[in-house]
């Protein structure tokens, strides 16, 4: 892991199986891995009041904390990084479903569909 920012550290882990799938679906995108990357934030909304968002960005905004991993850049928003803290992303696939999930040892509770959770 790479912290590129001096004043912010997420203490955010992300697996290589997620990285691989971020990298592989932001290369789609025609994305310049170097450059852009995947966004992890926080915010209100589903039944147990917080939900986690994700979606690619161009580029980092100033006041980011932006850390790598496995070659994928994780910009997190001042706001979001308390949520986080600890966090792993990871990506899960298998019969039922597939896709990205964050494992957050700050979480209290979670709503019955694991779609939002309380801190």
Do not use: K, W
Not at 7 to 17: G, L, N, Q
Not at 78 to 106: I, K, M, R, T, W
């Amino acid at each position: 892991m790479s912290v590129t920012t001096a004043d912010a550290d997420p203490a955010i882990e992300v697996t290589e199986d997620a990285a691989d799938e971020a990298l592989d679906l932001l290369e789609s995108e025609g994305m310049d891995p170097d450059i852009a990357g995947l966004r992890l934030y926080v915010q209100q909304g589903g039944c147990a009041g917080l939900s986690y968002g994700m979606r690619f960005e161009h580029e980092p905004e100033a006041e980011d904390a932006v850390v790598e991993f496995h070659d994928l850049r994780v910009f997190v928003d001042p706001a979001s990084v308390d949520y986080v803290g600890g966090s792993v992303l990871d990506f899960e696939s298998g019969l039922q479903a597939a896709g990205f999930h964050v494992e957050n040892p700050n979480v209290v509770s979670e709503c019955g569909c694991g779609e939002s959770f309380r801190t």
